[in-house]
């Protein structure tokens, strides 16, 4: 039997399936379909992706998405302190948080949101420490997708030997760590990353941009209890109600505005 990650994770920041009439927002138009590779002069609209769930970060898809004013842009904070990664896993982590989910253009930047913060806390709680995985052996490198998580790391070992493979992959390459790359060499180191075509001596490099990018996406759509969508700043730039306790009238009226704002669990409002 195939070991697995847990179906159902309920800390790991509640990650938002958003309904099809959320993004649809009064100051929305909606866009032409097109793709744009990582390190393209569009980067900025792959943002978007995250709310396709489907399309590699490499690859990103505009599908009738709709390109948002940005009013709802929170400044970072910098009274944050991790409590988890040190000061160069740090600087990694906010580095490529800012490229797969870059500031420029329409919606909230990944930074900006929050999401370095939401990692850090996940990386101090169960699920950091890998209370949902399976991780006695057999150890398996190269296993089909389907067999699920097959590696003995925990979240925080990816990261902690991910964070230090991409910084000595980077040096051996460019001379530098990976936060002190261009934007466009550090998009792609990032593609390169997510195709296998730069390896690692430790967790594989396809595995750590994996969590990477799935912790990105769930700290950016969480519940700001959390740590990331700080000031519901994700879910205003989509127009999502948040933790409201019914709003199933709205699900089938497609391209009508909610009239409502978004609420937190905490009770916090955008208002």
Sequence with gaps: MSRRLAASVPHRGDTIAVPRTAAFAEDCTITNRGYYP????SLLDRRRFLLLGVVPAATVATLGIPACSDNNRTPASS??????????????????????????????????????????????????????FYLKG???????????????????????????????????????????LSAADQDRFLAAMETGETTFATVPATVFFAQLLTN???????????G????????????FPGARADFTDWIDQAGRRY?????????????
């Design 38 to 41: 990582m390190g393209d002069s």
């Design 79 to 132: 009274s944050f302190a991790p409590t988890y990664f040190n000061s160069a896993e740090w600087a990694f982590i906010n580095a490529a948080v800012g490229r797969l989910i870059p500031s420029e253009g329409a919606g909230p930047g990944g930074v900006d949101a929050g999401v370095p913060e939401f990692i850090d806390r996940q990386m101090e709680l169960p699920y950091g420490h890998g209370a949902y």
């Design 138 to 180: 057999p150890f398996l490198d190269k296993s089909p997708p389907t067999l699920g998580y097959q590696l003995r790391y925990t979240p925080r070992e990816i990261y902690r030997l991910g964070i230090a493979a991409a910084n000595a992959a980077a040096q051996k390459s460019q001379g530098k760590d990976f936060p002190e």
């Design 216 to 226: 990105t996406k769930e700290g950016y759509f969480s519940d700001p209890l959390y």
């Design 228 to 239: 990331g969508n700080r000031g519901m700043v994700a879910w205003k730039w989509i127009g």
């Design 259 to 271: 009239p409502y704002g978004a609420v937190s669990i905490s009770g916090a409002t955008d208002g």
